[in-house]
Nanobody, 124 residues
């Protein structure tokens, strides 16, 4: 069992930066692939980024590639999402998630545990 707590969201102007954090409970964090998803009002939840359990492999949605960076610190049971050059279309609730499948997966159904979400609002 893994419990995830998202934080770091807020209001930022276009072009600005935010760093999201996701703290995990339990001693098995390093076994999980971690992902970030987001959901804008009236839209379906979409994949943003993922990182394998070792941190060796990452994958990004095309819409955030080159602007967002996912990383993890297994000693701190935490995964991060550094978001730069933010755009108004990035406005959404961001969720971290943990998958026991062991590889990067963009499908939300592959993730077993979810954080509560943190709101990111980018003003123009």
């Amino acid at each position: 069992q893994v419990q995830l707590v998202d934080s770091g969201g807020g209001l930022v102007q276009a072009g600005g930066s935010l760093r999201l954090s996701c703290a995990a409970s339990g001693r098995t964090f390093s076994r999980y692939t971690m992902g970030w998803f987001r959901q804008a009002p009236g839209k379906e939840r979409e994949f943003v980024a993922a990182i394998t359990n070792s941190g060796r492999n990452t994958y990004y949605a095309d819409s955030v590639k080159g602007r967002f960076t996912i990383s993890r610190d297994n000693a701190k049971n935490t995964v991060y999402l550094q978001m730069n050059s933010l755009k108004p279309e990035d406005t959404a609730v961001f969720y971290c998630a943990a998958s026991g499948l062991g590889w990067v997966n963009i499908d939300a159904t592959a993730y077993d545990y979810w954080g509560q979400g943190t709101q990111v609002t980018v003003s123009s």
